[in-house]
């Protein structure tokens, strides 16, 4: 029998309506939570992405803007723009869309942005605090992960989970943030990447896997425990063979094939995609909150 299918995009609703009743009291105080995208370049996938979180800002009441530069920008006129809206007091947050073209440094950009407005937990005094346990803000992807497991009811408190991934943007945060001693987390966490060897006799020892691959159906049945709680974080695009000429989206994981041996398992698209966005959002709320 087939698992159960984690509706990411109920979840989501759920979160927002939640959301504007917290937009509700900042502006009866005054406040309009402020969110700021910069797009370096004219990658059309990240326009799509912004304008997706736009719309679902605009729903609950929050003001957003995006600040494109031009693809050359220096490191220093990107520096000079951070520090610009560090200081533009209708922004609460500041997200900078990735990849950065190869000529600038990440790093140097996400540590430039202030720690106050780091919506999206990359600069380093917030991944710090994350993995000490301390209040921050947590990265929307792994923060939307925790959220998806607990409001379906599949909390990871006690459960063994297994990442496969090691990225800072979602496996190294997602494993800061469930290893912690707090409700909603307290898992043992195992992480597998490119150099662990025989990755499927790890991956099946799990009670919740996480697919962070970024390698389409890369999760095959034989990796999956018959009941794992199965999390696919994977937006891979690929040729559609029913469509020739077309593409379309699938996962980490082999959807199809897996959903028949997991005991619940999040599709792509509307899995984890629509909660991450939702944290956003919240993170920029929690921001206004603590100025408000």
Known sequence: MPGEIIDGRKIANEIREELKHRVERLKGKGVTPGLVAILVGEDPASLSYLRGIARGCEAVGIFTETVELPANVTQQELDTKIEELNKDPKFHGIILQLPLPKHLDTLRAESAISP????????????????LGEETFLPSTPYGVQELLVRSAHS????????????????????GILVQKQKGANATVTVCHTGTKDIPSISKQADILVAAMGKARAI???MVKEGAIVID????????????GKFKLVGDVDFEAVKEKAGAITP??????????????????KAAEKIS
């Open 156 to 175: 990871p408190e006690g459960k063994h989970v297994v990442i496969c991934g090691r990225s800072n943007i979602v496996g190294k945060p997602l494993m």
């Open 116 to 131: 106050d407005k780091d919506i999206d937990g990359t600069n380093p005094v917030n991944a710090g605090k994350l993995l």
């Open 220 to 222: 095959t049945p034989d």
């Open 268 to 285: 792509v698209p509307g899995g984890t995609g629509p909660v991450t966005s939702a944290m956003l959002m919240a993170n920029t709320i």
């Open 233 to 244: 974080v994977g937006v891979n695009q690929i040729e559609d063979s029913e469509n020739p």
